[in-house]
């Protein structure tokens, strides 16, 4: 039977009006507009084309955004000044530094001196320990799109079988902990995993985060589970770019109840979180209630 597609185009669209809905209720009954400040070092053209869509969107759904474009041989001392002036600025509730850095710059250093309430990537060390001890916390955008799609597709999530494959600290790991707080039996697979089809095969729920085009084929699949694609991989096919996920779609959804497209499925999620947890920020950070539905 053909899997359920989980359009994440369509999830992250609802999840952007929610966002606007809750600035709107800002700016009206509290004249407070979230602001959101993407610090940009050098001139990769792959973060070019994210930081733009970022700014975009955090204006489409009226919120502020502040765009620092850094040259590429900027010293680490002004990154980390031009930082605490962003922690100092009561205007700016979330803070992205998008990575890579250049090779000069100590990425730990430069996300650790992010003020932790503002830090909407949920890279900092502090939300990584808030979160793996089950606390309030702010979570990487990622793995929450993912966790979204998947209670919205389950309901709840409680004593299934996950296996995230991929132990990156922006996806797999604090993926692993969404799902063990969803109450989900949590196994994190990565490349020195023994049998991983064996692995992959007793999960109700497969989250892909590996960055190898279509690895994960359909016969990995047990019949019936939620697959959730993390993978954005760059390929030729049939003399075109293609885009593709880390699980083959084609016989994947064969096998699957439910699963999502790439592109189309996590990628969306990814900035539509990005503005939710911004929102959040900024209403942790005004002692106001956090939006519903928003956080994990
Ligand atoms: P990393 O390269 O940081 O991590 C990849 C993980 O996959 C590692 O833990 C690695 O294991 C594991 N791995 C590699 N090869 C294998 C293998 N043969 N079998 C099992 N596990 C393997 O990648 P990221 O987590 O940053 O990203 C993963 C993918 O997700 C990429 O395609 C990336 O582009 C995409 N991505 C998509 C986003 C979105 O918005 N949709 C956002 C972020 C990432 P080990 O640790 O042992 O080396």
């Known amino acids: 039977m053909a899997a359920q597609i989980i359009d994440g185009k369509a999830f992250a669209a ?42 975009k969107q955090t204006v489409e759904v009226g919120m502020n955004s502040v765009e620092h474009k850094l040259d590429v041989d900027t010293s680490e001392a002004d990154l980390l000044a031009l ?102 039996t949590v196994t994190i697979a990565h490349s020195r995993t023994k049998d991983l089809p064996d692995v992959v095969r007793r999960a109700d729920i497969v989250v892909a985060a590996v960055g190898r085009p279509e690895m994960v084929p359909g016969d990995w699949i047990k019949e019936g589970a939620t697959v959730i694609d993390v993978g954005i991989n760059r390929i030729e096919r049939d003399g075109k770019n293609v885009l593709v996920g880390d699980v083959d779609f084609a016989s994947a959804s064969e096998r699957a109840g439910a699963i999502t497209p790439v592109p189309g499925g996590v990628g969306p999620m990814t900035i539509a979180c990005l503005l939710a947890n911004t929102v959040t920020a900024c209403c942790r950070a005004n002692g106001l209630a956090e939006p519903e539905g928003l956080t994990a």
């Open 14 to 55: 609802t999840v952007r009006e929610k966002v606007a809905g809750h600035v709107a209720r800002l700016k009206e009954e509290h004249n407070i507009t979230p602001g959101l400040a993407v610090v940009l070092v050098g001139e990769d053209p792959a973060s070019q084309v994210y930081v733009r869509s970022k700014g």
């Open 83 to 184: 930082v605490d002036q962003l922690n100092n600025d009561p205007a700016i509730h979330g803070i992205l530094v998008q990575l890579p850095l250049p090779k000069h710059l100590d990425e730990d250093l430069v996300i650790n001196s992010i003020s932790p309430a503002k830090d909407v990537d949920g890279f900092h060390i502090s939300n990584v320990g808030l979160l793996s001890t089950g606390q309030k916390s702010m979570v990487p955008c990622t793995p929450l799109g993912c966790l979204m799609m998947l209670r919205d597709h389950h309901g709840s999530l409680s004593g299934m079988n996950a296996v995230v494959v991929g132990r990156s600290n922006i996806v797999g790991k604090p993926m692993a902990q969404l799902l063990l707080g969803d109450s989900c």
